[in-house]
């Protein structure tokens, strides 16, 4: 999959267009157009990466939310949009949604989860966890969509590192 992205380089004030296409796991390579630049994109705690087995390949910088990166850069949307909307309390479910591809996360977040269902409705729509469908018309590949619906949003990370910035807040 290949798309173009607007960047806004703040120091500068400039657009540069820049070409990405996923690599393999949740790495991207990203190209800055009329330059030689070449990024290998992760999004992902450094954890992750080791796992992974991740080397940098020749010709390429790696750029991770680290600010110990080759080049840092921070999780949040590229490019223009309105800022999304709140929740309606009033026709939201009256629940927490969890979502998570994957169990066996390092920092153990299925067990706090475990634990806070004890107290409340906790609707986990995604492979870990998985006890509930999702809402009539839901799109499940949006997760602001799912998350609009409810009156709460639980959002953990799969592991716990110094110097990872997460897009969960």
Not at 5 to 24: C, H, N, Q
């Amino acid at each position: 999959q290949m798309f173009s992205e607007d960047l806004l380089i703040s120091a500068g004030k400039f657009p540069i267009r820049v070409e990405t296409k996923g690599l393999w796991g949740g790495i991207s390579e990203v190209n800055v157009l009329g330059t030689d630049l070449r990024l290998m994109r992760a999004m992902e705690g450094p954890e992750h990466l080791q796992r992974l087995g991740l080397e940098v390949l020749p010709g390429y910088a790696l750029s991770t939310t680290s600010l110990k990166s080759a080049v840092p850069v921070p999780y949040f949307k590229w490019g223009p949009g309105p800022f999304p909307l709140g929740v309606d309390h009033s026709t939201s479910i009256p629940a927490a949604l969890f979502l998570a591809r994957h169990c066996q996360s390092r920092n153990k977040r299925e067990d706090l989860m475990l634990t806070l269902k004890k107290y409340i409705r906790i609707d986990s729509l995604s492979n870990c966890m998985r006890n509930s469908e999702p809402p009539f018309g839901a799109n499940l590949n949006n997760k602001t969509d799912l998350a609009r619906r409810y009156l709460f949003f639980l959002a953990f990370e799969n592991e716990d590192s110094i110097d990872y910035v997460t897009e969960k807040v």
